[in-house]
């Protein structure tokens, strides 16, 4: 008995121990102040981190098979101890925001949508319900209010939600043209037949995912050649859904790009929208392919749909000017769109996760719907239901709280100064490269924030030795040999912008493929300037230009 009693009191012991690795749930100003003092001292140990270089501290050898055998820790330890652990798993990430940085679509994060996500991790919210997620249900609905009229759509019929990513996205987009193509009966019936969704062959390998994930097959996944601009060639498109409809064969869904990955390429979403409109009037369809806009990186430059570019208040420079103005000339209208993904985490500066889903017409949404008796454990009361629609029965709402805090914070205002801002950047850096003969940039046409470039060896004249690349079969030996002169251009910038002593660049292994004849050819490989970063300026932007120039010296030996 005795022994139990202590074992009883160590348990109680150790409880109130326990107790204090949490946010007290009411005011407690000494728990309340160690809170803030963790969080504080969390934040002062990275900051030493920082120096020159765009990551923090240095980054450590990986050795992923060795923690792999890790076993389960028998015993508590202190928030000290794990606070300091976690300062060491800072060590060698990059600083998105740090003006050296220009490595992908990742943008640094606003201080209020990092308060969101803290808010969010803090209360733990789940937007399935309101009744587990109070007022911050209310966040995601303004949210998706107010990105539906930034696009165009009529906010008294769309709708939407937040989702787990850009892939999230699309699967969202493509399952709901699948349940619009067999009248919602996919969900109780499961997919019987073949069905095609159509992207082109720049686009987001996550349509590779989706086609997986929902059942389609990949084998059923249609990608349409594109232009040496990065758009998907419109009589391609054309003469595949042609075919199509003639045999009989169904196409659920068209996959327009607004805004690739790595060259900021651009569908001509009108074009297609009205290709469809009309293909669907010819062969008398009755449920047309579904029209989805991944615009997960194109949809902020939705912001200048309404700025008066004569006048030009923000006073961007006239190269800048005609870039935004082409780009949102080639998005068309985004509210011809069926849905559309967007990503805040991406252009929208905001952390990961924050992705929402629009769909043009919300009455659509119902084709995903569960019957209630389901669910008897949820939705008793309230007036907020979407899990009853969504894919997860869990969804957090840091990211809708995020992205509805840079909505607030920013404004149109705001966004055309970011994204004014890193297009400008990205045009001054174009000048410098176009006017060195050994640099050839390769997305000239997409004037986004990433610029894709290719670097020549003396005695080749880049000007001329693209187009052989890109066509020419006898000089695929060439290309090869231009790949590994890029990669080689490559690392030594990477290892010098490591040592904090220059930009840190990617690289894309290929930027297309060469077609020869119709023949796939080679990968042509290319360097990378993505800039998100408001902190990035002339310098950088210089210091880039230099950079790539002193790396070709090396590599030639000079």
Same mark, same amino acid.
């Given at each position: 008995?005795?022994?139990?009693?202590?074992?009883?009191?160590?348990?109680?012991?150790?409880?109130?121990?326990?107790?204090?690795?949490?946010?007290?749930? @009411?005011?407690?100003?000494i728990?309340?102040?160690?809170?803030?003092?963790?969080?504080?001292?969390?934040?002062?140990? @990275?900051?030493?981190?920082?120096?020159?270089?765009?990551?923090?501290?240095?980054?450590?050898?990986?050795?992923?098979?060795?923690?792999?055998?890790?076993?389960?820790?028998?015993?508590?330890?202190?928030?000290?101890?794990?606070?300091?652990?976690?300062?060491?798993?800072?060590?060698g990430?990059?600083?998105?925001?740090?003006?050296?940085?220009?490595?992908?679509?990742?943008?640094?994060? $606003?201080?209020?949508?990092?308060?969101?996500?803290?808010?969010?991790?803090? %209360?733990?919210?789940?937007?399935i319900?309101?009744?587990?997620?109070?007022?911050?249900?209310?966040?995601?609905?303004?949210?998706?209010?107010?990105l539906?009229?930034?696009?165009?759509?009529?906010?008294? *019929?769309?709708?939407?939600?937040?989702?787990?990513?850009?892939?999230?996205?699309?699967?969202?987009?493509c399952?709901?043209?699948?349940?619009?193509?067999?009248?919602?009966?996919?969900?109780?019936e499961?997919?019987?037949?073949? !069905?095609?969704?159509?992207?082109?062959?720049?686009s987001?390998?996550?349509?590779?995912? !989706?086609?997986?994930?929902?059942?389609?097959?990949?084998?059923?996944?249609?990608?349409?050649? $594109?232009?040496?601009?990065?758009?998907?060639?419109?009589?391609?498109? #054309?003469? %595949?859904?042609?075919?199509?409809?003639?045999q009989?064969?169904?196409?659920?869904?068209?996959? =327009?790009?607004?805004?690739?990955?790595?060259?900021?390429?651009?569908?001509?979403?009108?074009?297609?929208?009205?290709?469809?409109?009309?293909?669907?009037?010819?062969?008398?369809?009755?449920?047309?392919?579904?029209?989805?806009?991944?615009?997960?990186?194109?949809? !902020?430059?939705?912001?200048?749909?309404?700025?008066?570019f004569?006048?030009?208040?923000?006073?961007?420079?006239?190269?800048?000017?005609?870039?935004?103005?082409?780009?949102?000339?080639?998005?068309?209208?985004?509210?011809?769109?069926?849905?559309?993904?967007?990503?805040?985490?991406k252009?929208?500066?905001?952390?990961?996760?924050?992705?929402?889903?629009?769909?043009?017409?919300?009455?659509?949404?119902?084709?995903?719907?569960?019957?209630?008796?389901?669910?008897?454990?949820?939705?008793?009361?309230?007036?907020?239901?979407?899990?009853?629609?969504?894919? #997860?029965?869990? *969804?957090?709402?840091?990211?809708?709280?995020?992205?509805?805090?840079?909505?607030?914070?920013?404004g149109?205002?705001?966004?055309?100064?970011?994204?004014?801002?890193?297009?400008?950047?990205?045009e001054?850096?174009?000048e410098?490269?176009?006017?060195?003969?050994?640099?050839?940039?390769?997305?000239?046409?997409?004037?986004?924030?990433?610029?894709?470039?290719?670097?020549?060896?003396?005695?080749?004249?880049? #000007?001329?030795?693209?187009?052989?690349?890109?066509?020419?079969?006898?000089? *695929?030996?060439?290309?090869?040999?231009?790949?590994? %002169?890029?990669?080689?251009?490559?690392?030594?910038?990477?290892?010098?912008?490591?040592?904090?002593?220059?930009?840190?660049?990617?690289?894309?292994?290929?930027?297309?493929? =060469?077609? %020869?004849?119709?023949?796939?050819?080679?990968?042509?490989?290319?360097?990378?300037?993505?800039?998100?970063?408001?902190?990035?300026?002339? $310098?950088?932007?210089?210091?880039?230009?230099?950079?790539?120039?002193?790396?070709?010296?090396?590599?030639?030996?000079?």
């Amino acid at each position: 008995m005795r022994r139990g009693n202590q074992e009883r009191e160590n348990y109680l012991d150790l409880l109130e121990r326990l107790k204090t690795y949490f946010p007290a749930p @009411v005011s407690n100003q000494i728990m309340d102040g160690y809170f803030i003092h963790t969080v504080s001292h969390f934040l002062d140990r @990275v900051d030493d981190l920082k120096s020159a270089a765009p990551i923090l501290g240095r980054g450590r050898e990986q050795h992923y098979h060795a923690i792999m055998e890790e076993a389960f820790p028998e015993e508590m330890t202190s928030v000290e101890e794990v606070t300091k652990l976690l300062v060491s798993y800072c060590q060698g990430m990059p600083i998105w925001g740090h003006p050296n940085a220009q490595v992908n679509v990742i943008p640094p994060s $606003t201080i209020p949508s990092i308060t969101a996500v803290i808010a969010a991790a803090i %209360y733990n919210p789940n937007i399935i319900w309101n009744a587990y997620s109070g007022h911050f249900a209310e966040a995601e609905i303004k949210a998706v209010a107010m990105l539906s009229d930034l696009v165009g759509y009529d906010s008294h *019929r769309a709708g939407g939600l937040f989702t787990f990513g850009g892939t999230g996205t699309i699967l969202y987009g493509c399952k709901l043209a699948l349940e619009k193509l067999f009248d919602g009966k996919v969900m109780e019936e499961g997919l019987r037949e073949d !069905v095609k969704i159509v992207a082109s062959d720049t686009s987001h390998y996550s349509r590779l995912n !989706v086609a997986g994930w929902l059942g389609l097959g990949m084998k059923n996944l249609v990608t349409i050649p $594109t232009t040496r601009d990065n758009e998907m060639n419109l009589t391609d498109l #054309e003469d %595949y859904l042609r075919q199509a409809f003639s045999q009989g064969e169904k196409v659920a869904a068209i996959i =327009a790009t607004l805004g690739t990955t790595d060259a900021f390429g651009i569908d001509d979403l009108s074009a297609i929208v009205r290709l469809r409109d009309h293909l669907a009037e010819e062969y008398n369809l009755s449920r047309p392919p579904h029209v989805h806009a991944d615009a997960v990186i194109g949809w !902020v430059w939705a912001v200048f749909r309404d700025y008066d570019f004569e006048a030009n208040p923000l006073g961007f420079h006239a190269r800048t000017l005609r870039s935004l103005q082409d780009s949102l000339k080639m998005m068309g209208s985004l509210a011809l769109a069926d849905s559309i993904g967007v990503d805040f985490h991406k252009t929208g500066y905001a952390p990961y996760i924050s992705s929402a889903f629009l769909v043009k017409d919300r009455q659509d949404l119902t084709l995903l719907s569960r019957e209630p008796e389901q669910m008897p454990y949820l939705y008793h009361f309230g007036d907020y239901h979407p899990g009853i629609y969504t894919l #997860e029965c869990s *969804r957090g709402a840091g990211g809708a709280l995020a992205a509805y805090a840079n909505i607030r914070l920013l404004g149109k205002q705001g966004f055309r100064i970011l994204i004014g801002h890193v297009v400008e950047m990205a045009e001054m850096l174009r000048e410098r490269l176009e006017n060195h003969p050994a640099i050839q940039v390769l997305n000239d046409f997409n004037y986004g924030p990433v610029t894709l470039f290719r670097v020549y060896p003396d005695g080749v004249d880049a #000007e001329q030795a693209l187009p052989r690349e890109l066509s020419d079969p006898s000089y *695929r030996e060439e290309v090869e040999r231009h790949n590994d %002169y890029n990669f080689r251009i490559f690392r030594i910038i990477q290892e010098r912008a490591m040592q904090g002593e220059g930009v840190w660049l990617s690289r894309t292994d290929a930027y297309r493929y =060469a077609d %020869y004849d119709g023949e796939p050819g080679p990968p042509i490989a290319a360097l990378k300037s993505f800039i998100l970063s408001p902190w990035t300026n002339l $310098t950088a932007v210089d210091t880039v230009a230099r950079q790539v120039l002193e790396a070709r010296e090396q590599v030639d030996g000079k």
